[in-house]
């Protein structure tokens, strides 16, 4: 009985032990059992893991051949917890490098434990890779954290990064320098070129303020076309200067988008810590209106912030809080300015004048409203309004008074021109109001070829098609003035004042005024006089054969009401 007992209990050993040995071959984890530095057993799942072609040739091997150093010191970490009474049975868990035979590297999630054979201490690592999951976690922090488009820090990083800068430089007693960023004519690029040109444009920006900066700074793109810089230890003097100057060299070299060069320019603005503000906040509001001050000085440059500027900067927000709501609350008027036939003394038409009464401000200039209104939108509004109430009033008086050449003349932006041909406004504003297309008479100035010349060009062409006319307004000061007026469809030219002269004027405005009057007869252009003040002036203009005039010695702008009397008056109406 007992020998036939002892050839089934070894047989029932051996197969518990396959059991065991197919049990940790296919383990789901890789498994090291390792003792004094060397790999005593490997499974299967560990073989694969490290690019071994069996578990068998790993034995004998040295542990530490299958980590990096920084991975090794752990592991030895492992090794020295895990003989620990506390570590023995939870053993020490792990995240670090595995370094594969081919010398690729994966990341794993490691736990080593203390256990023993016999006499026999060893230690036992079951480690998985996870890789992949780092990876995708990776990619959700970079997508959390990283502009997609440029790759630079975004928003979210960016106030990060600034506040542990402010809080290391509040420690070590030093400055930050921070910069605002704006593209100049990016809205252009979009609406030329489209948006995949505009994409390129902010790539192509981004790497180029990296260039400018140092391996310490970090240059993030807050949105749009806005990017930000932190310049760490940092003064506020030439280092800081330096780098804005840099900056807006880079951003005024050409870009090459879509096989062509194209021109932007960059406006910055700059704020220091502790100088400018200690509050995060504080210190983003003032790099923001230096940066704003540095547009509207012109942009294409760079200003540091001064205590002014915050003064400056509450009073355009509560101008801009107001000029939302001028329109809402009657405060926008027109105002009509008599343009006079010189031969007959006559009214023939005026210009209308678009004004803001502001109720506690009282009457603010156009220089400072008007391109308040572009930055904020509003300005397509206000032309459209302005557009509808001159053309109304127009039509009344040539209706009223039997005035059936009268005309009226706006000045129409350049940004808002294109937007009104497009949309139908102008055409729309005629059939609504009745008022013929030749008594409409558009003031442009040069500026409207500078962003999209092919675009203000067809515009124009098709306001003239349907009767409308152009005038050229402040002819003369631009620089290209003569080669413009070859190509704009303008069939009327005003002489800026400051060519209006007497013949007492020095000889060369003199002669001047006498070569635009010949060149306008020479390509069939009106020419209209303005800034009239003097009657040596207006005769100055009848003896060189100009037919037409408007300045202060007829009359200066005025409201409808008072405009009417003057009608009134010179035609004789009861």
Request: net charge negative.
């Amino acid at each position: 009985m007992p020998c036939h007992q002892e050839p089934e209990k070894s047989k029932e050993l051996i197969r518990q032990k396959a059991f065991c040995q197919a049990l940790v071959d296919n383990f789901p984890e890789g498994i090291f059992v390792h003792a004094d530095g060397k790999i005593f057993y490997a499974n299967e799942v560990a073989a694969k893991m490290v690019g071994a072609a069996g578990r068998l040739e790993l034995l004998d091997q040295p542990l530490s051949s299958f980590f990096p150093p920084d991975s090794w010191q752990r592991i030895q970490e492992s090794i020295a917890a895990t003989t620990e009474e506390k570590h023995l049975m939870t053993g020490w868990p792990a995240e670090m490098e595995l370094l594969r035979l081919d010398g690729r590297k994966l990341i794993i999630e490691s736990l080593t434990t203390g256990m023993t054979f016999g006499e026999t201490k060893a230690l036992c690592t079951l480690f998985r890779d996870i890789s992949q999951r780092k990876e995708s976690e990776e990619r959700i922090r970079h997508q959390a954290n990283y502009d997609n488009l440029t790759k630079l820090p975004n928003r979210t990083l960016f106030m990060d990064r600034l506040n542990r800068e402010l809080i290391r430089a509040k420690r070590a007693k030093s400055r930050v320098a921070l910069m605002f960023i704006d593209l100049d004519r990016f809205k252009w690029v979009n609406d030329t070129m489209g948006h995949a040109a505009g994409d390129q444009l902010l790539r192509d920006v981004a790497k180029r303020l990296k260039d400018s900066l140092r391996q310490s700074d970090t240059v993030a793109r807050m949105g749009g076309d806005e990017f930000t810089a932190i310049l760490p230890d940092m003064a506020r003097g030439p280092h800081a200067e330096r780098v804005a100057a840099e900056i807006i060299r880079q951003l005024a070299e050409p870009f090459i988008l879509e096989g062509q060069e194209t021109f932007i320019s960059g406006s910055v603005g700059i704020s220091v810590y502790p100088d400018d503000a200690e509050e995060l906040d504080t210190l983003l509001k003032n790099a923001d209106t230096a940066m704003y001050r540095a547009k509207t000085s012109g942009r294409n440059a760079y200003r540091f912030f001064t205590p002014d500027m915050h003064a400056q900067a509450l009073e355009r927000m509560e101008l801009e809080k107001d000029l939302h709501r001028a329109l809402d609350r009657e405060e926008l008027q027109i105002h009509y300015q008599p343009i006079v036939d010189l031969n007959t003394g006559r009214i023939v038409g005026a210009e209308s004048f678009l004004r803001w009464i502001h109720p506690r401000r009282g009457n603010i200039s156009p220089a400072v409203f008007v391109p308040l209104a572009e930055e904020i939108g509003m300005i397509a509004v206000f032309t459209e309004w302005a557009i509808l109430t001159a053309c109304t009033q127009a039509q009344t008086w040539r209706h009223h008074y039997g005035l059936t050449d009268f005309f009226i003349t706006v000045n129409l932006s350049c940004t808002r021109c294109r937007e009104l041909s497009t949309d139908d406004k102008i055409p729309e504003i005629l059939r609504q109001t009745g008022l013929p297309p030749t008594a409409l008479v558009l003031e442009i100035t040069e500026n409207i070829l500078s962003e999209d010349e092919a675009r203000a060009m067809a515009m124009l062409k098709r306001l003239v098609d349907i009767g409308v006319n152009i005038w050229l307004d402040d002819f003369g000061t631009g620089s290209s003035s003569l080669s413009v007026l070859k190509r704009l469809p303008v069939n009327g030219i005003k002489i800026d004042r400051a060519f209006v002269a007497d013949n007492n004027s020095d000889p060369e405005t003199v002669v001047l005024v006498e070569a635009i009057m010949s060149l306008a007869r020479s390509l069939k252009r009106m020419v209209i006089g303005e800034g009239v003040e003097s009657s040596r002036q207006a005769d100055f203009l009848i003896e060189r054969g100009c037919p037409m005039a408007q300045g202060y010695l007829f009359s200066r702008p005025l409201i409808a009401a008072d405009f009417a009397e003057i009608i009134e008056k010179i035609f004789s109406f009861t």
